[in-house]
């Protein structure tokens, strides 16, 4: 089973803290990364963040104002 991020990382209740979510995250990357390389026969060596931040280092749906703009929603 592939490993997720942990929940503590994602689910705030009440008040939003980021404090230990660097900690977490880099705990993470060593895990994934390891899930990867056992996986893939050492043939896959990345980690979650940076997937992620080549993903969402770039305009994401960027037909998406238009729509809305078409919907009737005010866009500013």
Request: aromatic share 10%; net charge negative.
């Amino acid at each position: 089973m592939k490993p997720r991020l942990p929940v503590a990382s994602i689910l705030k209740q009440d008040v939003y803290s980021d404090a230990d979510d660097e900690t977490q995250v880099a705990a993470y990357d060593q895990t994934i990364r390891e899930y990867y390389q056992s996986r893939t026969g050492g043939n896959k060596d990345s980690v979650w963040s940076e997937e992620m931040k080549g993903m969402f280092g770039q305009k994401l749906r960027p037909h998406m104002r238009e729509f809305l703009a078409q919907q009737g929603f005010e866009l500013k």
